[in-house]
């Protein structure tokens, strides 16, 4: 059974920075892309960061130049590194495979930007 399990979310302040973990079991990660997915209250989930299993990265524009995707294969599991934390990126952080798998959304970890 895949198992995705999130890490490495807090409270930070504005400019501050985090280190987001996913540990993947099973055979998903050496075959897909991977992603880091947030929602914020009272928003859709949104896909902020992927890179494919070749280390290609892609990102959004309101995350662009401030957060790093990186994967281990050996560990199967994806970091997303984020530096420069404003208020608008505090939200639920999941990782998943890119495009999303219903059955393997995790519970995700929250990242609170705040004064």
């Known amino acids: 059974q895949v198992q995705l399990v999130e890490s490495g979310g807090g409270l930070v302040q504005p400019g501050g920075s985090l280190r987001l973990s996913c540990a993947a079991s099973g055979s998903i990660f050496s075959i897909n892309a991977m992603g880091w997915y947030r929602q914020a209250p009272g928003k859709q989930r949104e896909l902020v960061a992927v890179?494919?299993?070749?280390?290609?990265?892609n990102y959004a524009d309101s995350v662009k130049g401030r957060f790093t995707i990186s994967r281990d294969n050996a560990k199967s599991t994806v970091y997303l590194q984020m530096n420069s934390l404003k208020p608008e990126d505090t939200a639920v952080y999941y990782c998943?495979?890119?495009?999303?798998?219903?059955?393997?959304w995790g519970q995700g970890t929250q990242v609170t930007v705040s004064s």
């Open positions: 890179i494919t299993n070749g280390g290609n990265t």
């Open positions: 998943n495979t890119v495009p999303s798998a219903l059955d393997y």
